[in-house]
């Protein structure tokens, strides 16, 4: 029998600074990324996209600092890199840091322990391959190093550690319609498939934010200066929901386990595993390929997190380098924490600063 969940029964995972959109470009079109087209920041996104770059290498820098509304010393720094092997292959990497501030630890006597900076990384490899010549394929693996009490001497806690991969698909296809050039792009991307995390030696376990990702795009070059592209994706977390079983059997329950189970065990039924599903939905307008304006939406129901926000941002494309910036506006509430949200993307072309040399 199917029943409407009414109440917030959110998802929630280990490491979750692994969701968070860690690039001012695709931020600015509402983290609408794994069907649009290629960019530097396709690690995140789809490494299959890499293929199909102009440049045969390049390197990113993105950072944001994070929840500035509550505190001011968090942050994301996202490093990436990619290098076409020749015509059909291509390999990427990158580097997720995530920066928790400094925080004051005391006992359960509110006895000073001392103050400690904990973070989280996310260190990634993928290879990416031509598998016709409008489709592409990509597996990448990951280590995870989630350390939230470094140095404290909190007895019985461990930083957490896992490992996980991504498998992504990527098709891009150019189009003549109109006398207009055109390009159909869609992509595919399930993150994160790995092991749980503990913090106390595997006594408790908890999974990683294993995701799946579908979306497209449609570009339109309405001139030689003029462009558009616009983007869609549907995301949604493959992770058992904990209120559908038992403590003992949400312990037991494995990584591909809790995936299958993800797709039929919300408590509210079908109904449920829809409000599952976020929407990401953004435009990108180009001029002569060098200046960017984007604006974006994304959509996650009340009752999963009720993340609700716009986005715009710009970008500057020269010769050698690029920058992006993004800003997002929350809809759902006032005083929202993740208002005030910026994220800046410095990406060099390696390819046309040799040939300037």
């Known amino acids: 029998m199917l029943f409407a969940q009414s109440e917030p029964n959110v998802i929630s995972t280990g490491v979750p600074f692994l969701s968070i959109t860690p690039d001012s470009r695709i931020g600015g079109m509402g ?20 293929v199909f770059m102009e440049s045969e290498m390049g390197v990113g820098l993105s950072y944001s600092p994070w929840l500035v509304n509550l505190v001011n010393d968090i942050n994301l720094a996202y ?35 001392g103050q400690q900076s904990p973070n989280e990384f996310a260190l990634d490899v993928a290879y990416s391959r031509l598998l016709s010549e409008a489709f592409s394929g990509s597996v990448a693996l990951r280590y995870i190093r989630s350390d ?38 869609a992509g ?22 294993t995701t799946l990702r579908l979306g497209t795009s449609f570009t339109s070059e309405l001139d ?39 797709f039929a065990d919300a408590p509210g039924g079908f109904k449920e595993e829809l409000q599952e599903i976020m ?33 715009a941002g710009a970008g500057l494309r020269m010769n050698v380098f690029s920058l992006d910036f993004s ?13 005030n949200t910026m994220r800046f993307t410095l990406a060099f072309d390696i390819d046309a600063f040799s040939s300037q040399r």
């Open 148 to 185: 939230l009490a470094s140095g404290a001497g909190i007895e019985g806690y461990s930083p957490g550690n896992s490992y996980a991969a991504d498998i992504a698909f990527y098709y891009q296809k150019e189009l003549r319609m109109n006398r207009k050039d055109n390009t159909f792009a």
């Open 188 to 209: 595919i991307n399930i993150q994160n498939i790995g092991s749980k995390i503990s913090y106390d030696e595997g006594n408790t376990k908890d999974f990683i934010p």
């Open 279 to 311: 929407i990401g939905a953004g435009v990108e307008y180009w001029y002569n390929k060098q200046f960017a304006i984007r604006a974006g939406y994304f959509h996650e129901h009340e009752n999963k997190g009720n993340r609700k926000y716009m986005s």
């Open 31 to 50: 983290d609408a990324g794994v069907g649009a087209t290629p960019g530097i920041s396709s690690q995140h996104w789809n490494p299959a996209k890499y």
């Open 79 to 113: 490093l990436t890199f990619y290098k076409k092997m020749d015509d059909v292959q291509a390999i990427s990497a990158s580097l997720r840091y995530f920066g928790l501030g400094d925080i004051i630890f005391t006992d359960e006597d509110a006895v000073y322990m």
């Open 224 to 262: 030689n200066y003029n462009s558009f592209m616009f983007s869609l994706e549907l995301s949604k977390l493959l992770v058992a929901t904990q209120d559908s079983m038992t403590r003992e059997e949400y312990s037991k329950l494995g990584p591909i386990g809790g995936i299958f189970k993800s």
């Open 327 to 339: 800003y997002l506006f929350p809809i759902a509430t006032a005083n929202h924490p993740l208002e």
